[in-house]
């Protein structure tokens, strides 16, 4: 049991292969072992790996377009330029104003693209796990993100008045203050970053989970449950390629809802009245 | 190894676990958005951002040479119009001079010709005159010859009565329209 388990780092599917019963995913595939430098803080696993991996592909695209950057583009280009034109635009410039997205393009930028990468890499066989299905990355975005916006709206509106206005609706009759009060101070102090985090996280985990599942449960039912159940196998198939497709929808839905999100809060903290 | 490891943290995961991040994850999810951040902010998008700025400078370059292709285009067009125009006023006055002069040339002609036939008209009244004086001369010739003829007939007749002396007139002028007549049909 102990040897299939650590087989389960090097991804479910092989693990299936090596096993002679079916395999459901488990928490154990967030927690993969260590690799190198065990117990200590730069302990590295299959995630962090993974995650390296997912920078280095992305940073490696770049490096090749930016490598032969012309006035014509070439398709490598002209595709770096559309994402890039498409985070600038669809979700900086039109969430904030184009005078404001200078400042905060390469940190949504940043979210976008790492989010996406990494997301992506719930695909790749053999490797299988997002990079963001962990809550490490989404909870430093998204604390990365609380930092920024309460920092701009600060420096836009002196300590004071950005507080006030973050909490105090106005055009509010009195008593309501009394429960509006606390619930603007809850949104905008714990529930925003925490949703922010916990729609990416809980979104490839559950992908993770599902994804593995279909073909952990394929795999049973063609190579190891009796003749009759073979049929099931079929039908988990084709739930594992229609999951594949929803989460490569979900992969850019999560980075693009991230950053927009992100610019968002940005934005309004910034505002004078919301 | 690896086994001891699964077996101290890998059977007692609870669910809260997913939401307490391990300190490595932490410290390499930093060095991975620091990486990313540093990447974006100081290499890829400054790289981008001058491609897409020298694109837009061209871009308005190439406008801006059109723009100044089809000013010199509508200036030439100009000039020659202009050109043309002078040229057709140029052909319009050269034709204007040319009739002007010819119509000059023609009334110089006509003032010559008709000198001329003024000039022509004038030597033959003079020599309609000279010939006259001439005829005058020979007729007065003639005239005193045919007195004195007269007058030695006279003298020879016997001149009875101012009737006979009339009537010896009368006979002396016919006989000169005679010779006359017949001097002038000879003549013809």
């Not at chain 1, 609380?146 to 004071?160: E, I, K, P």
């Amino acid at each position: 049991m102990h040897i299939v388990d650590v087989v389960t780092a090097a991804g479910t599917i092989a693990l299936a292969a090596e096993g002679s019963a079916f395999h459901p995913p488990s928490m154990k595939d967030f927690f993969p072992p260590a690799i190198w430098f065990e117990g200590t803080p730069f302990e590295v696993n299959r995630i962090v790996l993974i995650r390296f991996l997912a920078i280095g592909l992305l940073l490696g695209f770049f490096a090749l377009v930016i490598r032969k950057l012309a006035v014509v583009p070439s398709r490598g280009q002209s595709v770096a330029e559309m994402l890039l034109d498409f985070v600038r635009v669809n979700i900086v410039e039109e969430s904030m104003g184009k005078e404001k997205a200078k400042r905060f393009l390469p940190l949504i930028t940043t979210i976008f693209f790492l989010v996406l990468s990494l997301n992506l890499m719930g695909f790749i066989p053999g490797i299988n796990m997002a990079g963001t299905a962990t809550i490490a990355v989404p909870l430093l975005l998204a604390l990365i993100v609380y930092v920024t916006y309460h920092a701009a709206g600060v420096q836009a509106q002196g300590l004071g008045h950005y507080v006030k206005n973050q909490i105090v609706l106005p055009g509010v009759p009195w008593p309501l203050h009394i429960i509006l009060i606390p619930i603007e101070f809850l949104t905008k102090f714990v529930i925003q970053p925490a949703t922010l985090t916990l729609r990416l996280t809980i979104n490839m985990m559950v992908g993770h989970l599902l994804l593995v599942l279909c073909f952990a449960a394929t795999w049973f039912f063609f190579f190891d449950a009796s003749v009759g159940f073979k049929a099931f196998g079929f039908l988990t198939l084709f739930g594992g390629i229609f999951m594949t497709l929803l989460k490569t929808l979900v992969a850019f839905l999560q980075a693009y809802i991230f950053a927009l999100l992100a610019s968002i809060y940005i934005n309004q903290a910034m505002a004078e009245e919301h | 190894m690896t086994s001891v490891h699964i077996a101290a943290g890998g059977d007692d995961i609870s669910g809260a676990d997913l939401f307490f991040p391990p300190l490595y994850d932490i410290v390499w999810s930093a060095v991975v958005i620091a990486i990313v951040f540093f990447a974006f902010w100081k290499w890829i998008l400054p790289s981008f951002k001058r491609v897409l700025d020298e694109r837009a400078e061209k871009i308005q370059g190439g406008i801006e040479k059109a723009e100044r292709v089809q000013a010199e285009a509508d200036a030439a067009l100009a000039e020659y119009q202009q050109q043309l125009a002078e040229g057709r006023a140029e052909a319009a006055r050269l034709r204007a001079e040319a009739q002007e002069e010819g119509k000059q040339i023609i009334a110089e002609l006509k003032a010559q010709a008709n000198a001329e036939a003024e000039r022509i008209t004038q030597a033959a009244h003079a020599q309609i005159e000279a010939e006259r004086q001439q005829a005058l001369v020979s007729l007065r010739q003639d005239v005193g010859e045919l007195a004195t003829e007269l007058a030695s007939r006279i003298v020879g007749e016997t001149l009875a009565d101012d009737a006979r002396a009339a009537a010896v007139v009368d006979r002396f002028i016919a006989d000169l329209e005679a010779s006359q007549a017949s001097g002038a049909a000879a003549k013809e």
